[in-house]
């Protein structure tokens, strides 16, 4: 086969069309991966509406940077991986790289690892992103530790569910503020919830802690949410940010002699620098899945990639229970 279906769109806010293109070839350092499910991010959507400069992806493109798959082709000077593997990585879909919504992709093998054993490869396919991010934050930029109060916010959400599992895991006592709707999953995954409609983060802060703050809060959804992690911060504590744009009072992190870390997930995509340490996270994401302690969240509906525009919808709706995967 020298073709390919793959999801295309345009233009911004344009439709996807399924395509016909040219099935990629793995060049030296590369993977062919012919790839069996994609997950959906929000930046997928901000890509698509041509909201997202920072990921530097000009339409016509295919989206999808998340994927999981069976490796089909090894190019030159690739050892760590043979025909046959079923790997997962976060690969394309930025930076003009082929994103993930295709039947194939040939992508950097540095940047993938071989799936969790115990996951199918569309459960594989929901976790990249999510847990690079999370894992950078927490396990990195704060080395979180037994005992401490750790506080998530959007602990519900992608990153978030990830973050309060590894927090939970380090044996922190973990605290994940979302909607009241995100609660019992929450619960379920070892966090006591905080619902944000009920309690100002002041309100909280005083229940909780005394008014002392946490030693670590991880903001998983930028604006109000970073404003409110600076409030909720203890002294001397350390406040991390994945989503941390615009501009914002430094002013309550001052005064506590707090430290911040930001998070940018898409660096080794988009810089090609220090791609092996995506590999590496995910080696050690997936020992975490195999051991138990780690598990994504799936919204249950199925999509293939004839129903792209569907699955897009249910992300935009944001009625989604958890990650959102396209079969292919």
């Not at 390919?4 to 911004?12: G, P, R, S």
């Not at 199918?120 to 976790?127: M, P």
């Not at 973050?163 to 009241?180: H, I, L, N, R, S």
């Amino acid at each position: 086969m020298s073709s390919m279906k793959a999801a295309l769109v345009e233009a911004q806010n344009a439709e996807f069309t399924i395509a016909d293109i040219a099935k990629p070839v793995a060049e030296a350092g590369q993977i062919l991966v012919r790839i069996k499910a994609a997950a959906l991010n929000p930046l997928d959507m901000k890509i698509r509406a041509g909201e997202a400069a920072h990921a530097r992806h000009p339409l016509p493109a295919i989206l999808g940077i998340d994927m999981a798959g069976i490796v089909e082709a090894v190019g030159a000077g690739v050892t760590s991986f043979r025909i046959g593997d079923e790997v997962y990585g976060m690969t394309g879909g930025v930076g003009g790289l082929q994103g993930s919504l295709a039947e194939y992709a040939a992508v950097d093998a540095d940047l993938v690892a071989l799936k969790p054993r115990n996951l199918t490869l569309r459960q594989a396919a929901a976790l990249p992103l999510i847990a690079i991010t999370a894992w950078e934050g927490l396990e990195e930029r704060t080395q979180v530790k037994a005992g401490q109060k750790v506080l998530v916010i959007g602990g519900g959400g992608g990153v978030g569910h990830i973050a309060v599992q590894m927090a939970v895991a380090a044996g922190a006592q973990v605290y994940a503020v979302d909607g009241a709707s995100k609660g019992d999953y929450i619960s379920s995954i070892g966090a006591t919830p905080i619902d944000y409609a009920k309690e100002t983060t002041e309100e909280y802060v005083a229940r909780i802690t005394g008014g002392k703050g946490f030693a670590i809060v991880y903001d998983t959804i930028g604006g109000k949410g970073l404003d409110a992690a600076f409030q909720a911060v203890a002294k001397f504590g350390h406040v991390v940010s994945s989503l941390g744009w615009g501009m914002h009072s430094l002013a309550p992190l001052s005064f506590k002699g707090a430290s911040y870390s930001g998070v940018f997930t898409l660096a080794p995509l988009l810089t090609g620098e220090d791609r092996t340490h995506h590999g590496e996270i995910l080696k050690q994401v997936a020992q975490r899945v195999e051991a138990g302690t780690l598990r994504p969240n799936l919204d249950p509906r199925p999509f293939s990639l004839a129903e792209v525009s569907d699955a897009y919808r249910l992300l935009e709706s944001r009625r989604a229970e958890g990650k959102v995967v396209v079969e292919i």
